[in-house]
């Protein structure tokens, strides 16, 4: 048997399709055709969730918080049938809880939520109305004012409680939002006004040198200044009105302590003036009537009149013989002994 390595037959081969292509027309090549893959949909597993234990009991710690917030703002006493309402509820619901954990109670417990909120925003709300109106604010903006009282209005009635929590919640916050806009307005147009003055006080300060005399004060007060100025553009313009309140009350005393002082030193200046032209004018007056040097004062001779009686000093040079004489003597005796 005749064996035909491979390599000869590949060889072979090719020299035969060589052969034929020469000799056939060119054609295109085949486009493969493009395999129609359709994806299977993915189907997302569903877990069914049976035990709501966790998700009830988040809800509760909220629940407590909202309604410990409720309380302090006193919406025991600003809204009470609301509050007691939502109390019973509140009551219901820890019994459910107890009783049956691991059941779905969101939207009864997220309902209780929202009206526990819905009680502390109208308390405060009330609370800022009846601020406005003690401190007369209300025409620093009306339309937030009157949209604000008209909320409390509808939300104070018993009827309203029947309303989901979302939407008495939602309606107490727009009435706390009025009124904030109200307080916002007029604290910052006061703030303004007593930032105008406060400089104004600052420059009567800066005309006595009080930056020099009352250093320490004077840097109190434009520490002040700067403070209110600071809370003013970082959304505080009740805190920044106080600030500038301050800073003005530093600046006019220290003008009012150092021009006092100053008027004190001027007039004792002045009295001291009128004391020396007075006594100026005395000694004048007296010159006039008596001039001194043009009468003769008693103890006080001409100039060339005898001081003393004149003397030949005789007794004096007797008195110093009898001394000299004296002391001779005593000595004789003496060298006798």
């Known amino acids: 048997m005749i064996k035909i390595k491979p390599f000869a037959v590949a060889m072979c081969l090719v020299s035969v399709l060589a052969l034929v ?4 027309t060119p054609t295109e090549e085949p486009v493969e055709p493009v395999e129609d893959v359709t994806e299977e949909p993915v189907v997302e597993e569903v877990n069914d969730v049976s035990d709501f234990s966790a998700s009830n009991k988040a809800l509760m710690e909220k629940i407590e918080a909202a309604r410990k917030a409720a309380i302090d703002s006193g919406a025991d006493s600003s809204l009470p049938e609301a509050f007691k309402a939502c109390e019973a509820e509140y009551e ?3 019994l459910a809880l107890k009783t049956n954990s691991d059941k779905d109670l969101t939207k009864a417990l997220q309902d209780l939520l929202n009206r526990y909120n819905a009680l502390e925003a109208y308390s405060n709300a009330k609370a800022k109305k009846e601020r406005i109106d003690s401190l007369g604010f209300a025409s620093y903006d009306q339309a ?3 949209n604000g009282s008209a909320l409390l209005e509808e939300l104070s009635d018993s009827d309203s409680l029947i309303s989901l929590g979302s939407d008495w919640y939602k309606k107490a916050a727009s009435a706390e939002e009025s009124f904030d806009k109200v307080l916002d307005s007029a ?7 007593e930032r105008t003055l406060a400089f104004a006080a600052k420059k009567d ?5 009080a930056a020099v005399s009352k250093k320490d004060e004077y840097n109190k ?5 700067k403070k209110g100025d600071s809370q003013y553009v970082t959304g505080d313009p009740e805190g920044s009105l106080h600030s500038y309140t301050s800073a003005k009350e530093i600046f006019t005393a220290l003008y009012s302590q150092i021009s006092e002082a100053r008027a004190k030193a001027q007039a004792a200046l002045e009295a001291a003036k009128a ?3 007075e006594s100026e004018d005395v ?10 040097g043009d009468e003769e004062v008693e103890g006080i001779e001409d100039e060339d009149s005898t001081l003393l009686e004149s003397d030949d000093f005789t007794e004096a040079e007797t008195q110093a013989q009898e001394l000299e004489d004296s002391v001779d003597e005593n000595v004789s005796e003496v060298e006798v002994e």
């Not at 292509?21 to 056939?24: D, I, L, N, Q, R």
């Not at 300060?205 to 040198?209: E, G, I, P, T």
């Not at 007060?221 to 200044?225: K, P, W, Y």
């Open 21 to 24: 292509s020469c000799k056939s």
């Open 92 to 94: 219901a619901e820890k």
């Open 144 to 146: 937030s004012y009157n």
């Open 187 to 193: 604290f910052r147009a006061l703030a303004r006004e």
């Open 205 to 209: 300060a800066d005309s006595v040198k």
């Open 221 to 225: 007060g434009v520490d002040a200044f």
């Open 275 to 277: 004391r020396v032209a």
């Open 283 to 292: 000694a004048l007056e007296a010159d006039k009537i008596s001039p001194l």
